[in-house]
């Protein structure tokens, strides 16, 4: 029945030539060039300025532990495409018996003290797939609103009704609790665009007095924080409490993966309901293979650790001294020029001394908020980091830094330290 239909449809249609587009998916097309290239962008692109040079300082990459070149993990990806190519190519709710990804699922469950974790093709497939697999259009649900967009994406895709909260403001969240009933408070750790830490032991005592399900995810914070790499949650003792952790597979880990920590009992629950687990094919065997030696590597090399901490540390302070207001207490500094044409102007800047962060914009932003990150990693050396530092010193007048919003908005205190 379905095929007559369709071959009644196919022989109605009637064939136009490729290069015609309707208005409306036209009017869009325009409205981006017109508003955003010409207007903001004054004709170039915000986040295509020089290609950097061997001699660059990249700030790039969510690498920040600096092991994507790790020889013991690029051997156990090499030797899983020799042993098993591409795999089995469908979905992980076919996964049983003695797949690779089962026996990674427990090592990393062993790794975070969860009684389990379901791997995901991403981080993003994580977020969207964990607020969809337990949210609803009666459940309401309290998101950061600096939170990553994935987590914003799966309260649009549950159906459920966002009850965002002012950026790591706990009265708010408190406030709004009262006032909508019990649900999901959801947050990240380290905020991607400016570095903040959360007041995750706030944020937990107030979420569970109220009876809400917790959701912190540790992109930022897996690999890079607390004791062997175990996140901020483990740092702050609050493992049992928090309901699901989730993680990109992308920064620290330096793969493409994504995690939830979880019961068993909703791992399958999970695999067997949420749309990204169902509908979209699993894990090659070298990304399998390639984050179960990356476990190891972040396991062991504690050192990766403190010499990004101690990077990051040195690098704050000074460009703290030098009169830029930092909201990061993280390996992710942010540099909050504000509307998109200072940004250009900050990114020339920097760029033209060879230091290459990554432009932050709408939608990553709010239009008057774009920003310039630079992502720490290990491996940068003393030399590099005085680089930075005296790239931001001289650029101070050219990017008119007394000027922006950020330097006269007062410093933020750090909830890490308070
Ligand atoms: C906080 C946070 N969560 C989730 C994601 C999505 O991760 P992935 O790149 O693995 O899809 C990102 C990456 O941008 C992120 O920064």
Redesign the pocket.
């Known amino acids: 029945m379905a095929q007559v239909a369709y071959s009644q449809l196919w022989d109605e249609i009637e064939w136009v030539e490729p290069s015609w587009e309707p208005a409306f998916l036209k009017d869009r097309v325009e409205t981006y060039y017109r508003e955003r290239v010409e207007k903001s962008w004054r004709g170039g692109h915000i986040m295509r300025g020089r290609l950097p040079s061997a001699a660059s300082v990249l700030l790039q990459s969510n690498d920040y532990l600096s092991i994507a070149r790790h020889p013991t993990i690029l051997s156990a990806q090499v030797e899983a495409i020799e042993r098993a190519g591409n795999g089995l190519l469908m979905s992980a709710v076919f996964l049983q018996g003695d797949q690779p990804q089962l026996h990674l699922e427990a090592e990393f469950a062993r790794y975070l003290g969860s009684e389990a974790t379901v791997l995901c093709q991403?981080?993003?497939?994580a977020?969207t797939g964990l607020i969809q697999a337990i949210a609803n259009e009666y459940v309401p649900v309290y998101v950061d609103m600096l939170a990553?967009m994935?987590l914003h994406e799966g309260i649009l895709s549950a159906g459920a009704t966002a009850r965002p909260f002012r950026h790591n403001d706990v009265d708010h969240l408190e406030r709004q609790i009262r006032r909508h009933g019990p649900g999901i408070v959801v947050v990240?750790s380290v905020y991607?665009t400016t570095g903040a830490v959360a007041p995750l032991a706030e944020i937990v005592e107030i979420g569970l007095r109220y009876g809400c399900v917790l959701v912190v995810?540790e992109?930022?914070s897996l690999g890079t924080h607390g004791p062997d790499g175990t996140g901020l949650v483990a740092a702050c003792g609050l493992t049992e409490q928090v309901h699901f952790r989730t993680a990109?597979?992308?920064?620290a880990f330096a793969g493409?993966a994504?995690l939830i920590t979880c019961s068993e009992r909703f791992a399958d629950y999970f695999r067997c309901t949420a749309r990204p687990a169902i509908f979209s094919s699993t894990l090659l065997p070298q990304e399998v293979a390639g984050l179960q030696a990356t476990l190891r590597v972040i396991r062991d090399e504690d050192w990766r650790r403190r010499k990004l901490h101690d990077n990051a540390c040195y690098l704050r302070d000074e460009l703290t001294r030098l009169g830029y207001n930092l909201a990061s207490q993280s390996q992710i500094i942010s540099l909050e020029s504000g509307p998109e044409p200072q940004t250009i102007v900050l990114r020339d800047a920097l760029e033209s001394r060879g230091i290459f962060g990554s432009v932050f914009c709408a939608p990553a932003t709010t239009t008057n908020r774009s920003l310039m990150r630079l992502s720490v990693n290990a491996t940068l050396t003393g030399a590099q980091l005085q680089r930075i530092v005296d790239a931001c010193a001289a650029i101070r007048k050219e990017v008119d830094l007394a000027n922006w919003a950020s330097t006269r908005r007062k410093p933020r205190p750090c909830p890490l330290l308070s």
């Open positions: 991403s981080g993003w497939c977020n990553h994935s990240d991607s995810d992109s930022h990109s597979l992308a920064k493409r994504g």
